[in-house]
């Protein structure tokens, strides 16, 4: 067999354009292996993937060994990052994550993002009427991008004159914590968008003590259990995570439709598969193809032996691709019947924000699809985002016909 970094390398365009027929080469020869290039197992079986995230001997603080093996001067360096990634209830273990992630729990669930509907509606009536004009956007700039992130700023209370702003410091972010292979700056720019995301924070959690509003800063800031440094960290975790993400389900599920229409002319039919096409977005293409966890004893998973602080990669894209798990797994079929992906991880760390990027994907489709007809992508080839941990466009122009237009 070639060596792994021959079958599946991140730097590479083509790679990370189209990860699936490298991913499905792993899985079937090499389930369990060893990347030199990413210093990580990687892990491609849906079982296997499953298993870790219930498995207490792999660790979710990926952050906390990372700077711990720095040297003395970069890690002074990169301490912002390190005070604020540390903190993410994403990357920390109980008893610490189960004492964050219960003051954000109440904030998103199905029921109490209910009421949200018809705001989310309406923003995205607003961009929609908005692109209609030209018959011609970039989906990703013009909608994808803007939709998740007006949604979780408006409920965190976090100021919209500073789109602009937070979608730069995210996206700088972005190449840390979704582990890019190419970009050698990536820790200073984490560094400096760390920097303006705390400042721009701790400016708020001051202004919402002197006058609180109806915003979830406004509530963290009255909870008890929960340092300052605590609560600004996971307002960025839910500003950075609440839009990145959202944003790849939107352009990477409209791709989809625009490749796939057969699939995009039932959805048409019968938009009430509007969540069963969701799921399928999710599981054949998912923004967040990979979560990492470091070893923290010797274990032997797959016939190989795992010591303790490796860091492993569960690649969940390619175990909702998994063969063993999904029938036809390789087509995407918005009429499949689901229940089993793992898009948004599973267990305790299964994904905070997972109804609400449900809920802005349920809205925005039907009425995309209603107000656009014969979609195309306007481009030869897509520049997609550098990242193990996160996959997106950069940009997706696109051409369609204004619907009921001659």
């Known amino acids: 067999m070639a060596a792994i970094d021959e079958i599946y390398d991140p730097t590479d365009p083509a790679t990370i354009a189209d990860p699936y027929p490298a991913l499905a080469r792993l899985r079937a020869e090499a389930p369990v292996a060893w990347s030199d290039r ?86 995205i009536d607003a961009l929609l009427d908005k692109a209609l004009d030209g018959e011609a956007m970039d989906f990703v700039a013009e909608f994808a991008y803007p939709l998740p992130a007006g949604v979780i700023m408006e409920i965190l209370g976090a100021p919209t004159d500073r789109l602009d702003d937070i979608q730069r410091w995210s996206h700088d972010l972005a190449l840390f914590v979704g582990s890019s292979q ?42 008890p259990g929960l340092s300052d440094d605590d609560l600004v960290a996971n307002c960025i975790l839910l500003l950075f995570a609440g839009h990145e993400t959202t944003t790849g389900l939107l352009a990477n599920g409209l791709m989809r439709l625009i490749l796939s229409p057969d699939q995009q002319a039932l959805l048409r039919r019968e938009p009430d598969r509007i969540e069963a096409a969701v799921e399928e977005m999710l599981r054949f293409d998912s923004p967040a193809p990979a979560v990492s966890r470091i070893a923290i004893e010797d274990l032997e998973l797959g016939g190989k032996r795992i010591r303790a602080g490796e860091r492993v990669f569960l690649m969940l894209n390619a175990g909702n691709r998994d063969p063993e798990a999904f029938e036809d797994p390789e087509r995407f079929d918005i009429a499949r019947r689901h229940g089993r992906q793992i898009a948004f991880g599973f267990g305790i760390h299964f994904c905070v924000g997972a109804p609400l990027a449900r809920l802005e994907a349920a809205l925005a489709f039907p009425r995309l699809l209603a107000a656009m007809e014969d979609i195309e992508i306007a481009a030869n080839r897509l520049d997609w985002r550098d990242g193990v941990s996160l996959r997106g466009t950069v940009s997706m122009p696109i051409r369609f016909r204004t619907a009921g237009s001659p």
Request: net charge positive.
């Open 38 to 123: 990413l210093k990580a197992w990687l892990l491609t079986r849906y079982d296997d993937c499953l298993a870790a995230q219930r498995d207490r001997r792999f660790s979710a603080e990926r952050m906390a060994a990372y700077f711990h093996g720095l040297d003395t001067a970069r890690r002074r360096q990169l301490q912002r990052s390190e005070g604020a990634l540390g903190r993410w209830a994403v990357f920390l273990d109980p008893p610490e994550h189960t004492r964050i992630r219960a003051h954000l729990n109440g904030r998103f669930t199905t029921a109490a993002l209910g009421a949200m509907s018809p705001r989310i509606a309406r923003r």
């Open 182 to 223: 190419t970009a050698p700056d990536k820790h200073v720019r984490a560094e400096a968008a760390t920097a303006g995301l705390d400042r721009t924070f701790r400016e708020l959690l001051k202004e919402r003590r002197r006058r609180p509003a109806d915003d979830l800063i406004s509530e963290l800031a009255a909870s």
